[in-house]
Nanobody, 122 residues
Framework: VQLQASGGGLVQAGGSLTFSCAAS????????VGWFRQAPGKEREFVAA????????EYADSVKGRFTISRDNAKNTVYLQMNSLKPEDTAVYYC????????????????WGQGTLVTVSS
């Protein structure tokens, strides 16, 4: 599975962005999909995940109520809507797929996109 993440950019605090993660080359609808992020000097951390049919979602406490993950299997795409962005949301965001876990460490995810940068200015 190849993943292509897009939608990053520069936004002011309180603003919104939507990421897309487009998949090709595999049975996308059979994978859970997660978003992770990595800020400079920090470890990669879990942000959100959605189950293979979209019936279940998980969020990190730091983004709960502000971010929404969704998917359209007909388009082989997962979205991450980010509202009320904060400077601490600044990071490179990655999408990744997993057959085994909905929420777990990055080591449980098999395929990764290239990452897209979000910078939130105060």
């Amino acid at each position: 599975v190849q993943l292509q993440a897009s939608g990053g950019g520069l936004v002011q605090a309180g603003g919104s962005l939507t990421f897309s993660c487009a998949a090709s080359g595999g049975t996308f609808s059979s994978y859970h999909v997660g978003w992770f992020r990595q800020a400079p000097g920090k470890e990669r951390e879990f942000v959100a995940a959605i189950s293979w049919r979209g019936g279940s979602t998980e969020y990190a406490d730091s983004v709960k109520g502000r971010f929404t993950i969704s998917r359209d299997n007909a388009k082989n795409t997962v979205y991450l809507q980010m509202n009320s962005l904060k400077p601490e949301d600044t990071a490179v965001y990655y999408c990744a797929t997993s057959r085994t876990v909905l929420r777990g460490p990055a080591t449980f995810y098999d395929y990764w996109g290239q990452g897209t940068l979000v910078t939130v200015s105060s």
